[in-house]
C-alpha cells in the first residue's frame, strides 16, 4: 500500500527529524521543509500530500500565511505547531483553517496519534447509488457530508461545526454554545473564530448554504434541515 504523505515544516531542524523519525518509523513518507516559502513550494510541487504540520514562526513565510495559501487550494487536515499558547496565536491560527494546535514542547508518539485521528477523520468515502440522498446528509462514522449526494470539502472542525448544527436543526445556538461544543471550554479564542467558520461553511454548502444555514442577529446561528 502507498505511504501516507506527510508535508513537515518547521525551521528548526531538530523538530523536523524529530518528527519525520517517529511519522517514518509508523508509515509514513515525509516531505520536509525549514521555512515557509520551501512549505509552499513542496505542497505545490506534490497533489499526493495527505495532511501538513506546520510550524507559526517560520522565515520567509510565516506559518498563518502558509495555511491560508494551503486553503485556497486544499481541505487537507493541519496541525500548527508553536512554542507559544496565546489567545493570539490560537484565534489567528483557527481563523486561518487549521484542524489542530499543537504547543512546544510536545510528545512524538502523542503527535503521531493525532495526525492519525486527523487522516483517519478526513478520510470519507463517497456514498453508494442506493445511499445517495436529496439535501444535506452526516455521515459521522466517515467524519463526511453531502449535498445532493456529492461529498463536501471540510476541514476537520468545519464538519464537527455543521454536525453539531445538523444535530440541533431548527435551534438557535449561540456562538458561546458553538464554542464550547467545538472548540472545548479550555479554548482561549472569541466568538470571530465561529463567525469565520460559520462563513466558510456557508459559502462550502453553496445554495443549500444560503437558504438553510441562518443567522440569527444578536443571537447566534440556526440550521433549518
Do not use: C
Request: hydrophobic residues 40%.
Amino acid at each position: 500500500m502507498e505511504r501516507k504523505k506527510i508535508l513537515v515544516a518547521d525551521d528548526e531542524e531538530r523538530i523536523v527529524k524529530l518528527v519525520s523519525d517517529f511519522l517514518t518509523a509508523s508509515g509514513y513518507e515525509i516531505i520536509p521543509a525549514s521555512d515557509g516559502k520551501e512549505a509552499l513550494d513542496r505542497f505545490n510541487a506534490d497533489s499526493d500530500i495527505s495532511l501538513a504540520v506546520i510550524d507559526i514562526m517560520m522565515p520567509e513565510i510565516d506559518g498563518w500565511a502558509v495555511t491560508r495559501e494551503i486553503r485556497k487550494k486544499s481541505d487537507i487536515p493541519i496541525i500548527m505547531l508553536s512554542a507559544r499558547a496565546e489567545e493570539f496565536d490560537l484565534l489567528t491560527g483557527f481563523e486561518s483553517g487549521i484542524d489542530e494546535y499543537v504547543t512546544k514542547p510536545f510528545s512524538p508518539a502523542v503527535l503521531v496519534k493525532r495526525i492519525e485521528a486527523l487522516l483517519k477523520r478526513s478520510s470519507g468515502q463517497p456514498l453508494s447509488g442506493e445511499e445517495v440522498k436529496k439535501g444535506l446528509v452526516i455521515d459521522d462514522s466517515a467524519f463526511v457530508a453531502y449535498i445532493d449526494g456529492t461529498p463536501l470539502e471540510l476541514t476537520l472542525k468545519e464538519f464537527e461545526l455543521l454536525s453539531y448544527l445538523y444535530q440541533n436543526s431548527g435551534r438557535v445556538l449561540t456562538r458561546d454554545q458553538l464554542l464550547n461544543a467545538i472548540w472545548g471550554y479550555d479554548y482561549l479564542g472569541d466568538s470571530r473564530t465561529v463567525d469565520s467558520h460559520i462563513a466558510r461553511l456557508r459559502t462550502k454548502l453553496g445554495d443549500y448554504g444560503a437558504a438553510h444555514l441562518k443567522t440569527i442577529y444578536g443571537m447566534g446561528y440556526k440550521l433549518e434541515v
